[in-house]
């Protein structure tokens, strides 16, 4: 049986030239970027143009790149390490209820266990948080705000520059989780999100798994959520990945400046695809129209849970998502369907196709043959 892969904001196969430039890492460089001897410092050195060329890419300090294990890491130092860095001068926080777990749950520890008071901005039909809540929510004591780039599970994209500029108005520091943003949306440079703080994850733009940076603006100094070394300027504690940042520098420099994602390809095989679903008398299309990323078509499904769907689809060889990649088998409605006022009874009947560089009008028109039978199966069964 072929598979269809439309879940491409879960993970993306490695590129084989990323690969390839991760190879010398396992077997002829390994040294300890640490160690002071001769194949320590060549391990150094790589390392360090490893920093450099990322921060061609996103245009900002070399010293101002802080590589981590993945995206779900750097929201967490992003968070955790800005907020413990400024709780003496105010313990509000700001961030939305549609933002990936690796930044909510953040969010509720601080709350919940360090004496943190946390504002949650509610979400319209669309999925879009409003800038003029923010600032509405913004106060003498907040001293930290975190608004995503693009939601993982609707695609929409959120007006991240406008909330990074009312926060810096007003002095306040500003992180965006923009993991699904690279490789798929315009990309300058860094100050495009007016942000203090952007987290970035390798596997997103066919990168390699376990690799991510924090963008963290000079001079700020999160308190490390790891210890042990002083390893990335005392802000994360670990000897260094090589084998995987060589993976991260080769796909940022290759995938990010020009899209990996290609609107002008993917764009018309999602209008296609959402036509088709739209043509499913159950089935309702979730997230924003047009400010949304071109890859992604979300919708539910009445009557329906969304662990029968994924394996229905999965029966027929196609790969798909009930959401976040991180909470699959969960059993819980989705917090962000929640969130835009979606039932719990269809929020926890989700579906998301993501496409990418691979998906042909092929893969598409077949999905779009078959869903209905699935759906129509599994509603006689409920």
């Not at 150094?44 to 995206?71: H, M, N, Q, W, Y």
Request: proline share 4%; net charge negative.
């Amino acid at each position: 049986m072929r598979s269809i892969y439309l879940d491409y904001n879960a993970t993306t196969p490695l590129d084989a030239e990323v690969k390839a430039s991760m190879e010398p890492f396992f077997i002829d460089i390994w040294g300890n970027p640490s160690s002071v001897h001769h194949i320590g410092r060549q391990a150094r050195a790589l390392l360090d143009d490893f920093r450099d060329r990322c921060s061609i890419v996103l245009g900002c300090k070399p010293s101002e790149v802080v590589f981590t294990g993945g995206g779900t890491e750097s929201n967490n130092l992003a968070v955790f390490g800005t907020a413990r860095l400024l709780r003496e001068k105010g313990r509000h926080l700001i961030t939305s209820t549609v933002e990936h777990h690796a930044v909510l749950h953040c969010f509720d520890y601080l709350e919940r266990y360090e004496g943190f008071e946390v504002t949650r901005l509610g979400a319209d039909s669309n999925g879009l948080i409003n800038p003029d809540d923010l600032k509405a929510a913004l106060r003498d004591d907040t001293v930290l705000v975190s608004i995503m780039a693009a939601n993982n599970e609707t695609g929409t994209i959120q007006f991240v520059s406008e909330c990074g500029k009312l926060s810096q108005e007003q002095g306040i520091l500003f992180h965006t989780d923009a993991a699904q943003w690279f490789g798929k949306e315009d990309f300058n440079n860094i100050g495009q999100f007016n942000a203090d703080l952007v987290s970035i994850c390798a596997h997103k733009f066919h990168g390699p798994r376990g690799a991510g940076a924090l963008y963290v603006k000079s001079p700020l100094q999160p308190h490390p959520i790891l210890f042990g070394g002083a390893h990335e300027n005392e802000r994360r504690a670990g000897t260094e990945n090589l084998a995987a940042l060589a993976g991260l520098t080769t796909a940022l420099e290759s995938f990010v400046r020009i899209p990996i994602f290609d609107r002008n390809h993917l764009e018309p095989l999602a209008t296609r695809l959402q036509q088709g679903i739209k043509s499913i008398e159950s089935a309702t299309i979730r997230g924003s129209d047009g400010k949304k990323l071109s890859n992604t078509v979300s919708f539910t499904v009445t009557d329906c849970d969304s662990i029968a769907l994924m394996a229905g689809l999965d029966m027929e060889g196609i790969c798909a998502s009930s959401g976040s990649a991180c909470s699959a088998g969960s059993i819980e409605p989705s917090h962000v369907m929640r969130a835009m006022g979606v039932s719990p009874e269809e929020s926890n009947a989700l579906v998301r196709f993501s496409l990418g560089r691979d998906t042909t009008e092929d893969e598409i028109d077949q999905v779009i043959e078959v869903l209905p039978g699935i759906i129509e199966r599994l509603r006689t069964f409920q």
